[in-house]
């Protein structure tokens, strides 16, 4: 996409909002409701889509879809929930209210390894809060992207009679890489720009939004932990510990990258992991009993290649690894001695480090001394550690869980993380706000004119 063509999908999103954003809130939900059952009805038109993409496997893919119909229905019960607060004045016949409004235009910016689920996760919320989308996904996924447009305007003129059929252009998509993205990132006419990613991408864009003072929110690397106490069921961790590390391939931002594990149970869950990963059907992603499938390319593959190299050069024992075929590679489980720099940085692709721990200030020292904040998660069943964890001196991260792995978060939750991952919250919760202008109102229906603070000022 050129420079011009990008500035008329712009000046569209602008002009089309203005519009949009007299329309009821309920009734904007009404829209999402039947964008959501067009989502039903193509789901696996989607799906393959992703499969081919981004190279999932079936079950992750049509659960992809399946998020992004969650939030759909989350959508629509928010269109009728945009509240603001009543708050009591300090002044006679005065009250203080909060207001929400469109903020405007929102631009989208997602990567592969989620080409429909996070882009959903912005859209609806956006659409719901009276924005218009702009959206440029992965150009390694440009499939997924056209055929959730299309379930997208085919929603439009099923909503709307045909004089509002321009409505499609409340999503459009910018199709590019990097250039496009920084056309984004430097524009004013951008009142927010959601980018997920990674955290080298976060910090080359985060400034240029910053430099005209506008709105980010960012979902970035997760270099994520899980930490097995004695006290853990094994077998449900090692559950846990397989579908974390190497689900989608290790190439979710919530993958499990590193295993801290206490000492007196190290032996017996190294065991059960290699067995476990042992029995892995690894190939082609379109084979119904594959549940590993290749990586995105082949240069992903050679960076996990060369990380496990790395981890042979110090002395680490590593378990699997090998070139199945292609960028399709046999997930690693490597017993590392300390957490250096290498176990540090997030390496997109299905290598789980391991590290002991005596105790558990140990541990969670080992767990938060990364650069990222994204998920965590701890094994076990006492509830002075779990508590722990989840407590102010327990884990940095955005996400904390006990006794589930670190990946797979329900939509109802606001998602998002901490330090390098970025600080942005997206999907559930109350992540709607960052969508939306806030105005504090002051409202004196008196005859009078107190001022705040009982300060007089003349007569």
């Known amino acids: 996409m050129n420079k011009n063509d990008y500035d008329q999908v712009i000046n569209r999103a602008v002009e089309i909002q203005k519009e949009w954003r007299t329309i009821p809130a309920p009734k904007r939900g009404e829209l999402i409701r039947v964008f959501g059952n067009h989502l039903r009805q193509d789901i696996e038109v989607v799906a393959e889509a992703i499969m081919k993409d981004a190279k999932k496997i079936h079950a992750e893919a049509v659960g992809e879809v399946q998020e ?8 629509v019960g928010l269109s009728r929930q945009l509240y603001g607060l009543t708050i009591q004045s300090e002044r006679p016949e005065h009250k203080l209210q909060e207001v929400y409004n469109p903020l405007g235009v929102v631009g989208v910016i997602t990567a ?3 080409p429909c689920a ?6 609806c919320v956006a659409m719901v809060c009276g924005n218009s989308v702009v959206w440029k996904g992965s150009p390694k996924a440009k499939n997924v992207t056209d055929s959730c447009k299309q379930a997208w305007d085919k929603a439009v003129t099923e909503t709307f009679p045909e004089p509002w059929f321009k409505f499609k252009d409340l999503l459009q998509v910018v199709d590019g890489d990097k250039e496009q993205a920084e056309w984004m990132a430097d524009d004013t006419r951008i009142s927010l720009l959601s980018a997920t990613g990674s955290t080298e991408m976060g910090k ?3 400034p240029r939004v910053s430099a005209r003072m506008g709105k980010g929110l960012y979902e970035l690397g997760g270099n994520n932990g899980m930490i097995v106490s004695k006290h853990a069921n094994i077998d449900l961790a090692v559950r846990g510990i397989v579908f974390g590390a190497v689900g989608t391939a290790g190439q ?15 032996d017996v869950l190294i065991t059960k992991l290699k067995s476990a990963y042992a029995s892995l059907p690894v190939g082609d992603n379109f084979k119904e009993e594959t549940l590993v499938g290749p990586l995105i390319n082949q240069e992903s593959a050679d960076r996990m290649l060369s990380a496990l190299e790395q981890a042979k050069t110090k002395g680490y024992t590593v378990h699997g690894g090998e070139v199945v075929e ?3 590679v046999r997930p690693a489980i490597v017993e590392a001695t300390e957490q250096c720099d290498l176990v540090k940085t997030e390496t997109f692709a299905p290598i789980l480090y391991v590290l002991k721990y005596s105790d558990l200030d140990q541990a969670i020292d080992i767990h938060n001394a990364v650069p990222q904040g994204l998920s965590s998660c701890i094994f076990t069943d006492n509830v002075q550690e779990a508590e722990t964890f989840t407590s102010a001196v327990g884990s940095d991260c955005g996400i904390v869980n006990i006794n589930i792995g670190p990946s797979g978060a329900e939509i109802g939750g606001a998602f998002g993380g901490e330090k390098d991952t970025g600080g942005g919250r997206e999907s559930g919760s109350d992540a709607w706000k960052q969508y939306m202008r806030r105005s504090t109102v002051t409202i004196n229906y008196g005859k009078s004119l107190p001022l705040a603070q009982g300060i007089k000022f003349g007569d």
Do not use: K, P, Q
Not at 68 to 75: E, G
Not at 252 to 266: A, F, G, K, P, Q
């Open 112 to 114: 592969f390894n989620f």
């Open 204 to 206: 080359a864009l985060a």
């Open 68 to 75: 992004a119909i969650d939030m759909c229905d989350f959508a």
């Open 252 to 266: 979710r931002c919530t993958s499990l990258r590193r295993l801290i594990v206490h000492e007196s149970v190290y």
């Open 118 to 123: 996070v882009w959903a996760w912005n859209h």
């Open 326 to 328: 292609g960028c399709t």
